[in-house]
């Protein structure tokens, strides 16, 4: 019996993956905001959001590998690509939940993770995301409780490299060794500084 409900679990999810994006009215939407394992878990609990996907985007390097992008020189940022449901959840609200998981007041680096592969970006996929990115922005801006300018890259979506599969939902598969590397990056600590109650976790 219990096979049997795995292989049809299985089968479940073979057929959403090829369900187009349009036929079922979802979207996607991508943020860099450092090391992607700490970036999945905030997005994952939002209802309406369908899937969160670690991996490489924004550079020129095709097929990257986790060490080739680490090391720098692909280009490319640590990233999560989110597929949505906008009738349940607004990109709007997905943006305000990046800005509050990241620290947007520092170029080439997240925390204790160093680097142009660690930058923080949207990459927008669209007009209107471009639009509603650049509005949150500039909201931000006006109402943000810190004195630091937001230099967060808003840029363009290119082709997105999904991690391979063990960085995928680490903090699930790796929950002691999830919470001890973003206790020991300081992530926490520093987005309580810049956001305060309202900080990511």
């Given amino acids: 019996m219990k096979t049997i409900l795995l292989l049809l679990t ?3 999810f073979a057929t ?3 369900i187009p994006l349009h036929a079922a009215n979802l979207e996607k939407a991508t943020f860099a905001g450092g090391c992607f394992w700490c970036m999945e878990a905030p997005f994952d609990k939002l209802p309406g959001v369908i899937s969160v996907t670690a991996g490489y985007t924004g550079g020129h390097t095709k097929n990257p590998t986790y060490k080739e992008v680490s090391a720098g020189g692909t280009g490319h940022a640590e990233a999560v690509q989110i597929v ?3 009738a349940r959840i607004s990109y709007s609200a997905l943006l305000s939940v990046f800005w509050h998981n990241i ?3 520092v170029m080439d680096r997240q925390f204790c993770d160093v680097g142009h592969q660690y930058r923080s970006a949207v990459f927008y996929q669209g007009e209107e995301q471009h639009k509603e990115a650049l ?3 500039s909201e931000l801006e006006k109402i943000k409780p810190f004195r630091e300018p937001i230099v967060t890259e808003i840029t363009p979506a290119t082709t997105f490299y999904p991690a391979e599969e063990y960085h995928q939902h680490y903090y699930k598969k790796n929950p002691i060794r999830y919470h001890f590397y973003r206790s020991s990056c300081g992530r926490d600590r520093r987005l309580q500084e810049l956001w305060g109650s309202a900080a990511g976790r």
């Fill in 10 to 12: 299985g089968m479940l």
């Fill in 16 to 18: 959403m993956a090829t």
């Fill in 84 to 86: 949505f449901d906008p």
């Fill in 103 to 105: 620290d947007p007041t």
């Fill in 135 to 137: 509005r949150s922005k």
